[in-house]
């Protein structure tokens, strides 16, 4: 049965709220976080602490003492001087925050129901003009949204079940399935976010539901040993951006079940849901969220929304029929790397600010990991900089003026400094033009043996090279005159040929090349003229001669 939050605070003392503790204990640390935070009465104030357990009791302290909590998403320092210009006094693990005295019977542990509509909470998000936005959500709304998470994934979970979550309750999914969920439910939760694949194996032998994020389910290793956990594994939820599909397989491999992902934000709440078991199915809509598509954006709404009007997402979506819909990608320049959500445009005009640069962009990059990148014009200051201590030396006086300003796993990777940014026939930069900048030509070589006359070299044929797509439609194959051109390129590097190729002979493709094949470059040289092979595990891809006139 489940307990409605408003009335949270007044349930049977016996209850599990995590593993050892009751209600009744879980209580005094809400009374005591109410005596500390009463004399803030009408106030706002940060809240921040690592141990779940602890934080729900503030949380709900903080409600009992009429104080409204704002939960930051993390405490970069620019992140925590946001706050204090908001006038918010700090709670819990941030810097000089109020703490709680530890619970003893002094403690007035009587709590009374608590107003559905008064009480708020504050999260943040990134928004579109890339300043994180604070995101205002009422008891009511999250009510009715654990509401619906028990309707459809309750019969999933053992009452005695504990949840476990990689997630940080920070953030309203985390805060949503780690905590209020299970304490509607009365189920226990674990108070220690789990940060490693060996605190997974350690899981059971009781039942055991987990909250995760494709950050963490697609690194999971086959070397360990999965079988306690297999065992004792209810339901395992996924959320924060799309679970790649060979990561979802990869579960049900392992785990002997798909995951459930869920879709949503923190201004929507949960939307819909589905099983991530690799096909990609439609989204089905949770309880109570009505949805249309509206010029193929996605809108939506919910009792989990603070009015009953439709709120328009940047979601790009398809009606799927039968009631569900498929996502299309987003319409915004907001990217996910590792399910926080990175404003593009944020990073850009925090790099615009900068003396060393005159232009500048930012974009993500495609692959098994979304990478952000910068095409730069340097300033006479940059340019001074480059000319005079490298690369290297502005890339990182660029990283320390973006540190502090942006998450760590949001410091662009990937550099170019240009005289120019590439324009179009109406003077536009587009993103596929500044994308061509970061696709390399060949991999880089790892010379293993480099003499007057012969070299080895060993080369990665990455999926990220330009030239597997667009040759072959619907298969990535590594073109033969590719290869011919690595040779020149090689060649070139090892014996410092200057003269252009004049003839090729004795030329012969015995096997395809496809993304991920480690190929040997073996190469020699005779007056005019280049010899070469490459070979991999599977025998001899290619050979040759390349014949070259005298430099001009």
């Known amino acids: 049965m489940r307990i409605p939050l408003p009335r949270l605070c007044s349930v049977d003392a016996t209850a599990s709220v995590s593993p050892g503790i009751d209600h009744a204990q879980w209580r005094l640390r809400v009374g005591a976080w109410r005596e500390a935070l009463t004399a803030h009465a009408g106030n706002d104030v940060a809240l921040a602490c690592d141990d779940a357990l602890e934080f729900s009791a503030a949380l709900f302290g903080a409600w009992q003492a009429g104080v409204t909590p704002w939960l930051p998403g993390d405490t970069l320092p620019a992140t925590l001087d946001n706050l204090r210009e908001r006038g918010l006094i700090f709670a819990g693990d941030l810097p000089g925050g109020i703490c709680a005295i530890r619970s003893d019977g002094s403690i007035d542990a009587r709590l009374g129901a608590l107003d559905a509509d008064t009480c708020t909470l504050v999260l ?16 009511r709304q999250l009510d009715a949204e654990v509401e619906a998470l028990e309707s459809v994934f309750g019969p999933l979970i053992d009452a005695d079940a504990v949840i476990h979550g990689t997630v940080s309750h920070q953030h309203i999914y985390g805060l949503l399935f780690r905590i209020l969920w299970p304490l509607s439910s009365a189920r226990a939760f674990a108070p220690a976010r789990i940060a490693y694949n060996e605190q997974l194996t350690t899981l059971g032998p009781g039942p055991v539901a987990l909250v995760a994020s494709p950050a963490h389910l697609k690194r999971l290793p086959d070397t360990q040993d999965w079988q306690a956990l297999a065992s004792a594994l209810r339901v395992v939820f996924s959320s924060g951006g799309p679970l790649p599909v060979d990561a979802a397989l990869t579960v049900h491999r392992l785990w002997g079940q798909a995951a459930i992902e869920v879709f949503g934000s923190t201004e929507t709440g949960g939307v819909a849901w589905r099983r991530g078991d690799g096909s990609r199915a439609p989204w089905q809509p949770l309880p109570g969220v009505q949805w249309r598509v509206q ?3 996605l809108d939506v709404r919910s009792p989990h929304l603070p009015s009953n009007d439709w709120w328009s997402t940047s ?13 299309l990608g987003r319409a915004d320049r907001i990217v996910k790397l590792e399910e926080r959500r990175i404003s593009l445009d944020a990073i850009q005009a925090r790099l ?11 974009l993500a990059l495609p692959g ?19 000319d005079g201590e490298g690369r290297p030396a502005l890339v990182e006086r660029l990283r320390a003026w973006l540190a502090g300003h942006c998450d760590p796993i949001a410091l662009p990777r990937r550099w170019r400094f240009l005289d120019a940014l590439p324009a179009d026939a109406r003077g536009k930069t587009r993103e596929r033009d500044l994308a061509a900048l970061f696709r390399p030509l060949m991999p880089t070589p790892d010379w293993q043996l480099r003499e007057h006359a012969k070299a080895t070299a060993t080369l990665l044929a990455g999926t990220e090279l330009a030239a597997f797509e667009g040759h072959f439609p619907h298969l990535h194959v590594l073109p033969g005159v590719v290869l011919v051109d690595w040779a020149v390129r090689l060649g070139r590097d090892a014996f410092g040929v200057a003269g252009d190729m004049q003839c090729m002979e004795a030329l012969k493709f015995q096997q395809l090349v496809r993304p991920g094949t480690a190929l040997t470059a073996e190469l020699d040289w005779r007056p005019g003229q280049i010899g070469f092979r490459f070979t991999s595990a599977r025998g001899v891809h290619a050979s040759g001669r390349l014949r070259f006139g005298e430099a001009p």
């Open 315 to 327: 979601d790009r979506a398809h009606d799927a029929g039968a009631g569900r819909f498929e996502l």
């Open 368 to 386: 098994h990991r979304i990478l952000l990148a910068v095409a730069a014009v340097a300033s006479m200051k940059g340019q001074a900089l480059l």
């Open 352 to 362: 615009q600010d900068s003396d060393l640069l005159d232009d500048v962009r930012v």
């Open 295 to 297: 010029d193929g954006l």
């Open 124 to 139: 943040f998000t990134s928004g579109s003009t890339g300043e994180p936005a604070a995101i205002r959500k009422s008891l």
